[in-house]
Nanobody
Framework: QLQLAESGGGWVQPGGSLRLSCAAS????????VGWFRQVPGRGREGVSC????????TYIESVKGRFRISRDVAKNTVYLQMNNLKSEDTAVYYC???????????????WGQGTQVTVSS
């Protein structure tokens, strides 16, 4: 059974950077597509980025293009989300999730981590 655990969240000033990690156990993460989602209180989970299992191609929502980068480290069984030039509107709980194929819909994903809080404020 695949288990996911996020880390790396915290508080950062606007313009700062954070790197989130999604560490897997119980199964090889490179057998899955991995997505990053975020959620603010009162709203559903928003798909931020996804990395495919086959060709490692990636997708991003428009608001994070050029600022966020998703990547894999197969040896560490981990997927990362590098977040640069953070803005206040990036404040949310960030989750990683896994399934066979990338999707922008949270309901499509089978496995989830517990989430990590990212707060961007001055």
């Amino acid at each position: 059974q695949l288990q996911l655990a996020e880390s790396g969240g915290g508080w950062v000033q606007p313009g700062g950077s954070l790197r989130l990690s999604c560490a897997a156990s119980g199964s090889a993460l490179d057998d899955y597509a991995v997505g990053w989602f975020r959620q603010v209180p009162g709203r559903g989970r928003e798909g931020v980025s996804c990395i495919r299992r086959s060709d490692l191609s990636t997708t991003y929502i428009e608001s994070v293009k050029g600022r966020f980068r998703i990547s894999r480290d197969v040896a560490k069984n981990t997927v990362y989300l590098q977040m640069n030039n953070l803005k206040s509107e990036d404040t949310a709980v960030y989750y990683c999730a896994a399934r066979a194929r990338c999707s922008s819909l949270a309901d499509d994903f089978d496995y989830w981590g517990q989430g990590t809080q990212v707060t961007v404020s001055s």
